[in-house]
């Protein structure tokens, strides 16, 4: 009895010499915001310890997250010692087991940190070798993720581990659970431009999101008087989007006169809303003009017209107050007539900006007129 106690005392102690040759991760902090959007990208860091002494083998640096099932994973890297970006180690992989190419996470640990009904062990794995450090060290582990559309509260899991190239050595590993984060909501169709224009084929229409959400797509909708819309057309949307997302349409029955335009959103489940009003007119001016913006100040939204007697090729460009161009408001061939555009400023800051047309007619004629517009937020 006593040289059985003796041999697994033995063991116990070679097996704690084993973890300190191979070297051990130990999370020392997480930083991650207590509150997101839905569809909301944002990054996480793991501040995490290197302590252990170099052995033959390379290894390579094992993360483990701990998320809800329809969040994604954008990016996952490390800097510091290990300095590399992390692969995903899908459990499809070669051998057929969880945790995907070097079997890490294995059954034993989802057993005893267990992932539940709503949340899901994701693994990913460095993407080179890294010989183990001699001494201790720090290195921030990165992860950039988006959430889903599901809202409540959370609390996300990290999981960090070295294991050895041939993974015949031991592996020392750390877990940081119950990380408190909580989805408020989601993000809406951000309309971000809307403006339409006669041209040569018609009035051509587009418009800009910066998020969509659940978007089923766009109706366009035409008026004479500015009171009764008709339905002329119909735009898909791109469902859920955290992208900027560019659309147009193109209204080849509008007839001479001024025309009034706007974009009825409609969500996946009936819900919608309308955008604001844009106007065209189609009859002809006796000469170039570039009106004073409206409203002037204005925030973030302004509208920004001009009038062509011919058919004319422009750009209406947008500077800032040291002459920078900061964004092209229109540019192609335009038809004669009155054209609005929408100029949507959301992501400027404030201060005085200068748009300026540039028109060269069909006729040989040029114009060019520069005017000044306050943005006040």
């Not at 051509?204 to 978007?215: D, L, M, R, V």
């Not at 009034?260 to 001016?285: C, H, M, N, W």
Request: charged share 15%; aromatic share 12%; net charge negative.
């Amino acid at each position: 009895m006593k040289n059985k106690v003796a041999k697994l005392y033995v063991l116990k102690i070679s097996a704690i010499a084993a973890l300190i040759l191979a070297g051990c991760f130990l999370i020392v902090s997480v930083t991650q915001p207590s509150s997101v959007q839905g569809l909301q990208q944002f990054t996480a860091s793991v501040k995490v310890e290197v302590d252990g002494q170099s052995d033959a083998n390379p290894h390579y640096g094992i993360v483990g997250l701990k998320l809800p099932n329809d969040w994604k994973v954008d990016s996952v890297w490390f800097s510091g010692t290990y300095n590399d970006y992390c692969m995903f180690l899908h459990p499809d992989s070669s051998d057929k087991e969880p945790g995907g190419q070097v079997d890490y996470w294995t059954d034993s640990l989802e057993a005893r940190y267990p992932s539940g009904a709503d949340m899901q062990w994701l693994v990913y794995q460095s993407s080179k070798s890294h010989l183990s450090v001699v001494s201790k060290d720090t290195v921030n582990l990165y992860v950039k993720m988006t959430p889903g559309v599901t809202q409540g509260a959370f609390n996300l899991g990290y999981f960090v581990s070295e294991a050895a190239l041939d993974f015949t050595d031991p592996t020392w590993y750390s877990v940081s659970l119950n990380n408190p984060i909580t989805v408020t909501g989601l993000i809406p169709v951000e309309l971000t431009s809307f403006a339409a224009a006669g041209t040569r084929g018609g009035v051509q229409i587009n418009w800009e999101t910066a998020t969509e959400s659940n978007n089923l797509g766009f109706d366009i909708e035409r008026s004479i008087n500015r009171k009764e819309f008709q339905k002329i057309g119909f735009v898909n949307g791109k469902g859920t989007t955290t992208q900027k997302s560019s659309y147009a349409f193109l209204d080849q029955t509008a007839s001479s006169g001024k025309q009034y335009y706007r974009l009825k959103q409609i969500d996946l489940d009936g819900a919608f809303k309308y955008s604001s009003t844009v106007e065209v007119d189609l009859s002809v001016p006796e000469t170039f003009s570039l009106s004073q913006n409206y409203p002037n100040p204005f925030n973030p939204t302004t509208t920004l017209s001009f009038g062509l007697p011919v058919e004319s090729e422009i750009t209406l460009a947008i500077y800032n107050s040291v002459g920078e161009l900061v964004r092209m408001a229109a540019k192609g061939i335009y038809q004669a007539g009155n054209h609005s555009i929408n100029f949507n400023a959301s992501d400027l800051t404030s201060g005085i900006y200068y748009y300026s047309l540039k028109a060269v007619g069909t006729n040989g004629n040029e114009f060019v007129k520069t005017a000044k517009m306050l943005l006040m937020k």
